[in-house]
């Protein structure tokens, strides 16, 4: 391939400066002042440096100089990150090493990885990729992330054996002599990992470090997804030493010298009923022709000294984690639930962004103050729901002013929303499962939130908020955690667009973002809405917190990022760490961009774990409190079809569970991607998304946590087609097929 030398010269040249930052060709091109034809031949020069290993690309085509990578251009050193199911995962090259600043992940394909566990520091040799690029094999395991994990036990053979939890091995690992000790097949147990498995599960060996409990014991689902997942259960003595004395040095009484003091102003907080730390408070005023709006959060800097033990254990906890039955706090609660939250009626330091805009809500003025609050009153979302069905009913109880406060504050926020979502912003949030438990403790039910009007009056003052300071940063130009979402790629969204099409609706092109939120309001309320919404989501990148300036595609915000919940999350911290030094007037307030990726990258990492923890620790206590119900039918919708079976999800209970091929009507099946159904050969055999099921809870798998489901009937196979633009499936059909087989065997015979 013959390119330009003196292009290629000025790409390296380029690519090759300490301050280069991994990008795509056009933004190099940008860089380089290049036009159209300009890119157009940058882009066979990138080609041709591929080719010869002197650049390599890394996620999404960001083009990296191969001599970055530690171990020179034909081998990586980072950390591995396994996907979800699929036996692959990818590594971030450099980010164990203080001085690289390269972030971008290389996909390890099924069978590459070398027994690689999730956050392992691995050694990797680059290849070519068959679809273009570099991809890499794990060639070497150099630092295990983890060392200690939960695990369920079983005697076999005579020989004690635990099957690890959250791993890829499907053998067990041995443990060693355990005679004398009160263990009974299926008790739950905390191992340390001596001898890791070989790529095939083999082999491995562990030692006891506790016997958690029985797994028929549902009271020790918390604490087994606490041990499998790496979270704490209490604070060291000396980071609760330093909360005590930031409590000890607090006067609650006065507004401290040098803040503006806005206890005047009336101000409420809208929470959950159970929450215990309130970071956010709102006021707003209604002027002539315009809007002043104060966003309020709780200035948890002024407890957590940079550098102190306070600190260091909020940046390795990174997150709270809000599991069922508990939280796991990112900060000592004499600080989350005391001295940093927004009580009513305490006079409490924040962080308070006011924005002034217009009535078409044009921003003419933003500015961030070191404030004290005085909360009026603490509201739940079920109050303020409530008042918004009728206002008049409050006005006795609560008084004019906080019934007209409301009254602002919802139709600003509704403004604001309809004006969002105009804008191209996207509603691709899923509602969470809620467990619902008796007095006792114990379960009783689950149901899915509602994203209701007071959850976003509130959603949309936080968005303003956070776009507001980030706005602010980035005209500024300084480096800090931004909340990224990178748009996605090409290829997910021609393959949603194929999958949406297949299930019969009339879609453009879903490479615009209105009509992905089209397809999301065609089937709010249907029963496609979970496939749908579900496979819009996988075909999106995760959202994760980095110095990079690539803006927030989901909210189709330029500038974004997470200030607003500091009590619960170390990236807002970090950014109210630098506002504080612009507020007071620091000269070099500016974080580098290499430190900046590492804690980004933490950071991610935690609220992924902690993430995982929550989902898994839902299912573990629904799949105890199913258990006691095997036999029982449900009503349910279809959500998801394999080759192998389909996922139904419970319409009263928001619980999905698996019917193998083998649990429908006796038939031959086959899988047609073209509407996403498993079709028999008998009239009635045909299972699409969307149809509408009666099962019977058929058996309860607690190690592998999978519910599975018997077929006690079809409903949509009798009513025909759900939708008219379904691809059909009928006897006449299967008729047609099995006549054309018919003649195509004659004509064998006649040959």
């Known amino acids: 391939m013959d390119v330009s030398p003196e292009l290629t010269d000025q790409l390296l040249r380029h690519i090759s400066s300490s301050i280069y930052r991994p990008s795509k060709p056009k933004q190099i091109a940008t860089a380089l002042k290049l036009d159209s034809d300009g890119y157009r031949e940058l882009r066979r020069v990138v080609k041709q440096l591929v080719i010869e290993?002197?650049?390599?690309?890394?996620?999404?085509?960001?083009?990296?100089?191969?001599?970055?990578?530690?171990?020179?251009?034909?081998?990586?050193?980072?950390?591995?990150?396994?996907?979800?199911g699929g036996g692959f995962g990818f590594v971030r090259?450099?980010?164990?090493?203080?001085?690289?600043?390269?972030?971008?992940?290389?996909?390890?394909?099924?069978?590459?990885?070398?027994?690689?566990?999730?956050?392992?520091?691995?050694?990797?040799?680059?290849?070519?990729?068959?679809k273009g690029g570099q991809e890499g094999v794990v060639v070497k395991i150099l630092e295990r992330a983890r060392r200690q994990f939960t695990g369920t036990f079983r005697m076999i053979r005579g020989e004690p054996a635990v099957f690890l939890d959250g791993t890829p091995y499907s053998q067990p690992v041995s443990i060693g002599d355990v005679r004398g000790l009160p263990l009974s097949d299926d008790d739950k147990v905390f191992v340390e990992m001596v001898e890791f498995p070989d790529d095939d599960g083999h082999g491995g060996e562990a030692v006891l470090l506790e016997r958690l409990g029985s797994?028929?014991?549902?009271?020790?689902?918390?604490?087994?997804?606490?041990?499998?997942?790496?979270?704490?259960?209490?604070?060291?003595?000396?980071?609760?030493?330093?909360?005590?004395?930031?409590?000890?040095?607090?006067?609650?009484?006065?507004?401290?010298?040098?803040?503006?003091?806005?206890?005047?102003?009336?101000?409420?907080?809208?929470?959950?009923f159970d929450a215990r730390d309130f970071d956010d408070a709102i006021s707003l005023e209604r002027e002539e022709g315009r809007w002043r709006l104060w966003v309020h959060i709780a200035d948890v800097s002024s407890f957590i000294p940079e550098g102190s033990v306070l600190?260091?254990?909020?940046?390795?906890?990174?997150?709270?984690?809000?599991?069922?039955?508990?939280?796991?706090?990112?900060?000592?609660?004499?600080?989350?639930?005391?001295?940093a939250s927004l009580q009513p009626d305490r006079i409490r330091l924040t962080k308070t962004v006011e924005i002034e805009m217009l009535d078409d809500l044009t921003i003419t003025h933003i500015e961030v103050h070191n404030a004290a609050i005085l909360s009026d009153k603490r509201f739940t979302y079920e109050q303020v729901d409530k008042f918004l069905a009728n206002p008049d009913a409050q006005r006795k109880p609560w008084g004019d002013a906080i019934c007209d406060l409301l009254s602002r504050m919802h139709t600003l926020a509704m403004q604001m929303r309809k004006a969002r979502f105009k804008g191209g912003s996207l509603s691709l949030d899923m509602p969470d499962v809620k467990l619902d438990f008796d007095k006792s403790g114990k379960v009783r039910g689950a149901h899915l939130s509602e994203n209701t009007e007071s959850h976003q009056i509130i959603e949309e003052f936080m968005l303003a908020g956070n776009q507001a300071v980030a706005s602010w940063l980035d005209d500024l130009e300084l480096n800090f955690l931004h909340r990224i979402h990178e748009p996605p790629q090409r290829r997910?969204?021609?393959?949603?667009?194929?999958?949406?099409?297949?299930?019969?609706?009339?879609?453009?092109?879903?490479?615009?973002?209105?009509?992905?939120?089209?397809?999301?309001?065609?089937?709010?309320?249907?029963?496609?809405?979970?496939?749908?919404?579900?496979?819009?989501?996988?075909?999106?990148?995760?959202?994760?917190?980095?110095?990079?300036?690539?803006?927030?595609?989901?909210?189709?915000?330029?500038?974004?990022?997470?200030?607003?919940?500091?009590?619960?999350?170390?990236?807002?911290?970090?950014?109210?760490?630098?506002?504080?030094?612009?507020?007071?007037?620091?000269?070099?307030?500016?974080?580098?961009?290499?430190?900046?990726?590492?804690?980004?990258?933490?950071?991610?990492?935690?609220?992924?774990?902690?993430?995982?923890a929550e989902r898994d620790l839902i299912e573990l206590k629904l799949l105890h409190f199913l258990k006691k119900k095997v036999g029982e039918k449900l009503d349910a919708v279809v959500s998801r079809v394999?080759?192998?079976?389909?996922?139904?999800?419970?319409?009263?209970?928001?619980?999905?569970?698996?019917?193998?091929v083998a649990a429908l009507p006796n038939d031959k099946y086959r899988f047609e991607r073209q509407g996403q159904q498993l079709v028999g050969f008998r009239d009635g055999n045909r299972f699409r998304l969307g149809d509408l099921l009666t099962v019977q809870?058929?058996?309860?798998?607690?190690?592998?946590?999978?519910?599975?489901?018997?077929?006690?009937?079809?409903?949509?196979?009798?009513?025909?087609?759900?939708?008219?633009?379904?691809?059909?499936?009928?006897?006449?059909?299967?008729?047609?097929?099995?006549?054309?087989?018919?003649?195509q065997k004659k004509k064998r015979r006649k040959r």
Do not use: W
């Not at 690689?116 to 050694?123: K, Q």
């Open 311 to 339: 600190d260091e254990e909020a940046k390795n906890r990174a997150t709270s984690v809000y599991l069922p039955d508990r939280v796991v706090p990112m900060i000592p609660e004499i600080i989350s639930n005391h001295l």
């Open 53 to 84: 290993g002197r650049v390599v690309y890394g996620s999404n085509h960001l083009v990296i100089p191969a001599g970055a990578f530690e171990g020179g251009s034909d081998y990586v050193r980072g950390t591995f990150r396994r996907a979800m």
């Open 215 to 272: 797994s028929t014991n549902p009271a020790i689902d918390t604490l087994t997804i606490m041990r499998q997942y790496g979270l704490p259960d209490n604070f060291p003595e000396n980071v609760l030493d330093g909360a005590r004395e930031q409590a000890d040095a607090f006067n609650d009484e006065i507004v401290p010298e040098g803040r503006k003091d806005l206890t005047k102003l009336l101000t409420i907080t809208i929470d959950p």
């Open 492 to 612: 997910k969204i021609r393959d949603l667009q194929v999958f949406v099409r297949d299930l019969g609706l009339n879609v453009e092109s879903l490479e615009s973002r209105f009509e992905i939120q089209r397809v999301l309001d065609m089937v709010a309320g249907t029963p496609l809405e979970q496939a749908v919404n579900f496979s819009v989501l996988k075909s999106m990148n995760k959202a994760v917190y980095g110095p990079q300036r690539e803006g927030h595609y989901a909210l189709d915000m330029e500038h974004y990022c997470h200030f607003t919940s500091p009590i619960r999350r170390y990236p807002d911290l970090s950014v109210h760490r630098l506002v504080q030094k612009l507020i007071e007037g620091q000269k070099t307030p500016d974080e580098s961009f290499q430190v900046l990726l590492r804690l980004g990258h933490h950071c991610s990492d935690m609220e992924r774990n902690a993430q995982q």
């Open 697 to 743: 809870i058929a058996k309860i798998d607690l190690q592998e946590r999978q519910l599975f489901f018997d077929l006690v009937k079809n409903h949509s196979s009798e009513a025909g087609p759900v939708s008219s633009g379904r691809p059909k499936h009928s006897k006449e059909r299967v008729g047609t097929k099995r006549k054309n087989e018919a003649r």
């Open 642 to 660: 394999f080759a192998d079976g389909i996922h139904a999800r419970c319409i009263k209970l928001p619980v999905d569970g698996f019917l193998p």
């Open 93 to 130: 090259p450099g980010e164990h090493d203080d001085d690289s600043e390269i972030a971008e992940h290389l996909f390890v394909p099924p069978g590459s990885t070398h027994g690689a566990l999730e956050g392992d520091i691995v050694e990797v040799k680059l290849q070519p990729s068959r």
